[in-house]
């Protein structure tokens, strides 16, 4: 009888980078492989520039409020918060 394998978590805070460079930086460190080796590409599940200005201090939700966007990507589903915190979890099945 095969173990199930615990899903991979991935969390990362934006920091320097966009949300978007975060995300893509933490899916390649939760799948093992170099960004460039991501398929298929994050701008054809997503629009990069949509999820930068949702998550952008400059957007125009009430101060109090906060945002978050999940998408699946790479075998990953990513959760973006407008903290600039990204968590990548790659299920346990990948």
């Not at 991935?10 to 991501?38: M, W």
């Not at 952008?56 to 101060?63: F, K, V």
């Not at 998408?71 to 790659?90: D, L």
Request: contains cysteine; negative net charge.
């Amino acid at each position: 009888m095969s173990q199930m394998k615990e899903p991979t978590t991935i969390v990362r805070k934006a920091g320097d980078r966009s949300i978007t460079e975060t995300a893509i930086f933490a899916v390649a460190e939760a799948r093992s492989v170099n960004a460039s080796e991501l398929e298929p590409p994050l701008y054809e599940v997503i629009d990069g520039e949509a999820l930068k200005e949702l998550m952008s201090e400059d957007s125009h939700r009430p101060a109090h409020a906060t945002a978050e966007g999940e998408f699946e990507w790479a075998g990953c589903t990513v959760t973006a918060h407008s903290s600039g915190r990204v968590v990548v979890t790659v299920s346990a099945d990948r």
